[in-house]
């Protein structure tokens, strides 16, 4: 099994957000014809909420579902998906896979939870896939083949970039790639409103954070040259943003964001245990 097959499709079995964004994106690569596409929400008055195709089958009935498809992506929040699987074991094979975007659930957990040899991967997608610029890390079960970490490679590209890791990092990588998003979208508009401070219009300051800071990335991801070394590239001695980089030591930026990533990935270690939301 290389790419969907054409007679047996798509589960996503939690269409909210990010369930939302990723079938998007696969429907617009066209890796799955929207007939062949099985999804749920919890509750029908949100059916429809985050997809915009009217062709795909759209319900809350997980085990038919699953019972349609080949390829079984769970977008449910971590603690909804034990009784989800519950719901859909009887409906798994060795010839099936389950990949779950979930934090904090391990293929482990999955495992028990389906029995048999049901092949299970987890991934860690983020929201810039809803550009193409996300990055997914995904990591595979004792069951689960190299050809299968290729077909959710090839899923998960059509948002981005695709990173196998051991599983032992996925807490890591949801602290930093699947909340990063949120910490970098504070730091933009803290740069925005520094611009607003100094007289610059909203609009304009946003445009000039957001542009400075995906090129900014662009040009580490592009040379593969050290941040720091990139940084001392625009700081001219006793020139103006030497200045700034004081004022953002005192401030204690850099112990700040790694403290932020460290509390996330710890947190991303609890969430299949307590009953807060992630
Ligand atoms: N958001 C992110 O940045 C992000 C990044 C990476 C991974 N994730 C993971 O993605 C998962 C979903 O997060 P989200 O932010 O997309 O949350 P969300 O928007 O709340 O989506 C969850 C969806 O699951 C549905 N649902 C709940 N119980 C269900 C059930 N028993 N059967 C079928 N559908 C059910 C909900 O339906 P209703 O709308 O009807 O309640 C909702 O559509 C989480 O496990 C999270 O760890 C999220």
Redesign the pocket.
């Known amino acids: 099994m290389t790419e969907i097959s054409a007679a047996k499709g798509l589960a996503v079995?939690?269409?909210?957000?990010?369930?939302?964004i990723l079938l998007e994106a696969f429907l617009k690569h066209g890796l799955v014809a929207p007939a062949q596409v099985f999804a749920?929400?919890?509750?029908t008055?949100?059916e429809r909420?985050?997809i915009s195709s009217a062709q795909i089958t759209l319900g809350?009935d997980?085990r038919a579902a699953a019972k349609n498809a080949e390829v079984i992506l769970i977008?449910?929040?971590?603690l909804?998906?034990g009784?989800?699987l519950d719901?859909i074991h009887s409906e798994l094979n060795e010839h099936k896979l389950v990949i779950s975007?979930?934090?904090?659930?391990s293929t482990e957990y999955m495992e028990k939870r389906v029995g048999g040899n049901v092949p299970v991967l987890r991934a860690?997608?983020?929201?810039p896939s809803m550009v193409g610029e996300g990055i997914t890390a995904i990591c595979k079960g004792k069951h689960a083949t190299a050809k299968h970490l290729e077909l959710a490679r090839k899923l998960f590209d059509a948002v981005g970039k695709t990173v196998v890791v051991d599983e032992k990092h996925m807490d890591a990588v949801?602290g930093l790639s699947?909340s990063g998003?949120a910490f970098l979208y504070i730091i933009l508009e803290s740069l925005a409103e520094g611009g607003v401070k100094m007289g610059l219009s909203r609009e304009l300051a946003t445009l000039l954070a957001a542009q400075t800071m995906l090129g900014a990335a662009k040009v580490v991801l592009e040379t593969g040259h050290h941040p720091a070394l990139l940084k001392d590239t625009v700081t001219t001695p006793a020139g103006c943003t030497i200045d700034g980089i004081l004022e953002l030591e005192e401030g204690k930026l850099r112990v700040t964001l790694i403290k932020a990533v460290v509390k996330a990935s710890q947190r991303a270690k609890e969430?299949l245990f307590t009953d807060k939301e992630?």
Request: with cysteine; glycine share 12%.
């Open positions: 079995l939690g269409a909210g957000k990010m369930g939302g749920t929400v919890r509750q008055s949100s909420r985050s809350t997980n977008c449910v929040k971590p909804a998906v009784a989800v719901e975007i979930a934090a904090a659930v860690m997608p983020n929201t949801t699947g998003p969430l992630s």
